[in-house]
């Protein structure tokens, strides 16, 4: 069995770990109980009724008095004196952990350990599972259905643009801020992505961290996302025909939502082709570890 207790990272970083590991418990039947997203609690609306994988949203108090009884002095006694109690961690994944052993023992996330230097597939059987156990509030998704209904109104695609600003200047040197001239390149080169539409026949909407990204660009067809809250946005996101944008675990999750295109730009010269459009990160085998590989 696996508890997840703790995750260090942000929200969308721990949906995706939370959805691959789900993803391996399912298909290897490992029981799995996932404590680590109490604090989101007003987000989500679960509706997986499962007795093999369970995400049970812990008040914020009985959350870190569970984590500090895990960290007690007492608990490192039982871990080095229990096998049948084990931490996951850095230096011990559970992508190369023998399943048979993951089921016979109770193995903790608590901190590290989530993701993997190898992250293996969802599969499609899977996807299902994983979105029922991690849904969104449910005003909130039909919030989204309305907005993509009116923004398709006398378009035949829409197109979201995760434009990913923020903590984005700092991370990873500030090799994925691009500017508002590098967005609207990007927009002028979506049409040759859909060669059988009509540029006019497209709208595009900006889903971004920054308050008024692009709001100045006098077009028709661009709108900012009205949705108001980061899950918000990737629900509407997940409603489009395609994503583009930096890599980044928020678009990852955003196209997995409903299965939509993704399409990630890795550096400020990057042409859009549409060799470079994909499925949602978690429907295959990767490396969070590389660089552009989210």
Request: aromatic residues 8%; charged residues 20%; hydrophobic residues 40%.
């Amino acid at each position: 069995m696996i508890i997840v207790v703790r995750q260090q990272a942000q929200i969308s970083n721990r949906l995706v770990a939370a959805s691959a590991l789900i993803g391996h418990c399912i298909r290897h039947k490992i029981p799995l109980l996932i404590l680590s997203l109490g604090e989101y609690k007003s987000q989500f609306e679960p509706q997986l009724e499962s007795q093999l994988v369970r995400v049970i949203f812990l008040p914020s108090l009985l959350h870190r008095l569970t984590v500090r009884l895990l960290n007690s002095r007492l608990m490192r006694l039982i871990y080095s004196r229990r096998s049948w109690l084990q931490n996951l961690d850095n230096q011990r994944a559970w992508s190369e952990i023998e399943p048979a052993r993951l089921r016979s023992q109770i193995w903790l996330i608590n901190g590290s350990g989530d993701w993997c230097r190898n992250m293996p597939a969802v599969q499609e059987e899977e996807a299902a599972t994983i979105r029922l156990a991690l849904s969104f509030r449910s005003q909130w998704q039909r919030q989204a259905d309305a907005v993509s209904t009116q923004l398709r109104m006398d378009r035949d695609a829409l197109v979201g643009v995760h434009a990913r600003r923020g903590d984005y200047a700092t991370h990873r040197g500030g090799r994925w801020f691009y500017d508002e001239q590098d967005y609207l390149r990007w927009i002028n080169q979506v049409p040759d992505l859909f060669p059988s539409l009509q540029p006019e026949r497209l709208r595009f909407v900006v889903c971004s961290n920054e308050p008024g990204f692009l709001a100045n660009t006098a077009r028709s067809s661009l709108s900012a996302s009205p949705m108001g809250s980061a899950a918000g946005d990737q629900l509407l996101l997940s409603k489009c025909d395609l994503i583009i944008g930096p890599p980044s675990t928020f678009s990852v999750w955003a196209a997995f939502l409903s299965d939509t295109h993704l399409l990630h730009i890795s550096s400020r010269d990057q042409r859009l082709q549409t060799s470079q459009i994909r499925r949602s990160t978690l429907f295959y085998d990767w490396r969070p570890n590389r660089e552009g590989e989210a």
